[in-house]
């Protein structure tokens, strides 16, 4: 019975007899793209015054009333108080003054935009692949077949 091919024969096992005793899941690396978002710098954008001095020349204009009495003439009255020949006196009724007004107007069109560019790139990956792997020192196994040997190789080979 240590003849090889008698050993084989006899030990034969018919496909209806084959019942499972064990499954193997092989995997395998499959790529999933995730983006991650990295700020990598900030800009503030905001507006600020800037204030300078600036010297505007103006006119203030005093329109005033001047009564004179003349050497010789007779007396006048005003508010009650009695002008003299020779005296004069000076009424203000009217005054221009410059008054500075503040007024805010654009001076620049300034437009803030952003922009997204996207570049295609190729990334190299190795992605890795359980495959099974029989070893068979005793060369038990033939022809997808497992002959001879002891229960305990069996079921090394299986487990």
């Known amino acids: 019975m240590n003849d090889p091919n008698e050993r084989r024969a006899n030990e034969q096992v018919a496909m209806n007899d084959l019942h499972e005793v064990a499954r ?10 995730d983006r991650v978002h990295e700020r990598i710098g900030h800009v503030t954008v905001a507006r600020r015054v800037e204030t300078r001095t600036v010297h ?33 006196r000076e009424i203000e009724v009217y005054r221009v003054a410059s008054r500075v007004v503040k007024d805010i107007v654009a001076y620049q069109d300034v437009r803030v935009l952003r922009r997204a560019v996207t570049a295609q790139e190729t990334l190299t990956v190795e992605l890795g692949r359980e495959v099974l792997v029989v070893d068979d020192p005793q060369r038990l196994v033939v022809e997808d077949r497992i002959v001879g040997g002891t229960e305990e190789s069996r079921a090394d080979l299986q487990g």
């Open 56 to 88: 505007l020349p103006a006119e203030e204009t005093v329109e005033t009333l001047v009564i004179e009495v003349a050497p010789g003439a007779g007396m006048v009255t005003i508010d009650g108080e009695e002008l003299r020949a020779g005296e004069r």
């Open 24 to 33: 193997v899941q092989l995997r395998e690396e499959r790529l999933v793209v």
